[in-house]
């Protein structure tokens, strides 16, 4: 019963604390942290006990899925180069760093405890940065790295922290963190597509909503556990199944399983963040307990959490510039191949003049030169300068999962309390002192947001695009299985004017007697149809923005979940 009340306080804290941060202008994960320390000193309030596994094995998993669906894998694949220099060498150069330091200042901490307090508070937590980010008006690539960088870098500290704790029982050599680093992420994206495939298309066969979503609640296990247990990254596993349904949803998923999908899910995240944001301001009581003073005192862990914290803000700061600078390189070079694009076009053109080339493989060319034609334009349209840089170098929070990952060493680690209480300053620190600073900085440096009129004028191209695709198939009834002289011009007229609500209680409406209805949602439908492939082959080409892309499928989502429930209704 004390728990279960104890459970009704944290999810009511997690709502509450959200309405508030809103009026207050304060990211949630940040007030959640406090409330969550302020609980834990109430007397009487029941210790809400969590084993470290649940958090990495029983919420991380969720939450990551949760957010790969939700990632545009045009994003992940454009920002591919800065999101793995974050969420990987960036991972390695602070385990390197923080360890040296750990090292030489705690006495008898080893190098594969250093390595493994290092691994721990290296991956960042980018739910309160991209919360900011997106309220602020952050450029949508930046806020894309970001979360991207959020994705990954989890995977990359585990796999870190594994290859340490291993080393602790002197059973792992350089190089066989090495030879374990690549087998973890070759497994993982093995398994983690295996598992995306296999459920998208098992998901798309029932062409149930509840069925589905129900089955998308035991995704993100399916593809951690196998992988887990033959030594693979299981988090990287979830981010590649997670990432391949968000992609191919659009393709196999009925627009009914998509909405009831992102809105359960939607809920489902909300909460476990704010649990595990409560879960982390709740741990500082209990890891101030468990400090030994024989050992050194819980000031010098403070202290040493405090310095670490300096030194990983410092490392990101160091290692962004550089990064910032290769990707400027990058865009200067677009500049130079987008010249060569008109030149290989010619080329491939004098080729089809003569008939070198098949109809596939000319086919296949052009879709191959589009596609870089519009890489190219993305590199040159949405660079990522050195104010999107200073917003990048400062948003390197941590969060709930270096607490909980800090409580997986092992029993007989040396100083095991103060390390854990070292790893849990170094999480407050930084997403307090970053968190409540980051909207000064965007405003300091000046960040703008896209740009509006470019976006308004992409996506008017896009909804061309889609209506050339339904005048297509409104002129070729057959598309929809119905025979020319089955199509009234009143049907085509009303398809074409798209406003059955307005429409449902004419007394002339051609719905409203069996055979017209009927033809009258088939042709829908096949309209709809229509214009989700040219979506979708626009999507394949990259000639729109992410944005644009997810507006205009949103759009489509609510007018085939909108026709299938009146389809019903009139049915009955």
């Not at 990983?312 to 700061?317: E, N, Y």
């Amino acid at each position: 019963m004390t728990l279960t009340l104890a459970g009704v306080v944290v999810v009511l804290a997690i709502v509450a604390v959200s309405v508030f941060s809103a009026r207050l202008g304060v990211a949630a994960p940040l007030l959640l942290v406090a409330v969550g320390t302020g609980l834990s000193f109430i007397p009487g309030f029941p210790r809400l006990e969590f084993a470290p596994e649940l958090i990495l094995a029983g919420v991380l998993p969720p939450l990551l899925y949760s957010a790969a669906v939700n990632m545009p894998a045009q994003d992940f694949r454009r920002n591919f180069k800065p999101i793995t220099a974050l969420a990987v060498l960036l991972v390695v150069v602070t385990t390197v760093g923080t360890a040296w330091f750990f090292h030489a200042l705690i006495p008898d901490l080893g190098w594969p405890a250093a390595f493994a307090l290092g691994a721990v508070i290296s991956p960042t937590d980018a739910v309160a940065a991209t919360s900011v980010g997106k309220k602020l008006g952050l450029p949508g690539r930046v806020v894309a790295v970001l979360e991207g960088e959020g994705l990954v870098n989890d995977a990359s500290a585990l796999v870190l922290l594994r290859s340490a704790v291993a080393a602790l029982a002197g059973t792992v050599s350089i190089w066989g963190v090495l030879g374990d680093f690549a087998f973890a992420v070759a497994a993982a994206v093995v398994v983690g597509s295996v598992v995306g495939y296999v459920n998208i298309r098992i998901r798309g066969w029932l062409n149930d909503a509840v069925l589905t979503t129900a089955i998308s609640f035991v995704v993100p296990f399916v593809a951690y556990l196998p992988a887990e247990e033959i030594g693979a990254s299981g988090v990287l596993s979830v981010v590649v199944a997670g990432l391949i349904t968000g992609h191919q949803g659009s393709r196999y998923l009925r627009a009914q399983d998509r909405i009831a999908e992102t809105i359960n899910w939607r809920t489902l995240a909300f909460l476990l963040e704010g649990a595990v944001f409560l879960f982390m301001g709740m741990e500082l009581k209990k890891s101030i307990e468990q400090v030994e003073e024989s050992q050194f005192s819980t000031i010098t862990a403070i202290a040493i959490g405090l310095v670490a914290s300096a030194i990983v803000i410092m490392l990101r700061i160091a290692f962004v510039g550089p990064l910032v600078a290769l990707l400027r390189r990058d865009t200067r070079r677009a500049h130079e191949a987008v010249s060569k694009i008109g030149e290989i076009q010619a080329q491939l053109h004098a080729h089809q003049t003569q008939g070198h080339l098949t109809e596939r493989r000319l086919q296949f060319a052009q879709t191959r030169i589009t596609r870089v034609s519009a890489d190219l334009s993305f590199q040159l349209n949405e660079t990522l300068g050195w104010r999107g840089g200073v917003v990048l170098g400062w948003a390197g929070m941590r969060g709930a999962i270096t607490v909980a990952a800090a409580q997986t060493l092992p029993q007989t680690t040396p100083h095991r309390p103060q390390l854990i209480l070292i790893a849990f300053v170094v999480a407050a620190t930084t997403l307090l002192l970053q968190g409540l600073t980051l909207p000064a900085v965007i405003r300091t440096a000046k960040v703008t947001s896209d740009d509006p009129d470019r976006l308004r004028e992409e996506y008017g191209k896009l909804v061309e695009d889609l209506q050339r695709a339904a005048t297509a198939a409104l002129a070729d009834p057959a598309a929809a299985d119905l025979p020319d002289d089955e199509v009234t011009a009143a049907v085509v007229e009303m398809v074409r004017a798209d406003s059955i609500i307005g429409r449902v209680q004419s007394t002339d409406d051609p719905s409203q007697n069996p055979d017209g209805r009927r033809r009258y949602f088939r042709l829908r439908f096949a309209v709809l149809a229509a214009e989700r492939e040219a979506l979708l082959h626009a999507r394949k080409l990259g000639l729109y923005s992410s944005q644009s892309l997810t507006h205009a499928q949103n759009l489509l989502d609510l007018e085939e979940a909108r026709l299938e429930q009146l389809d019903d209704d009139k049915s009955e």
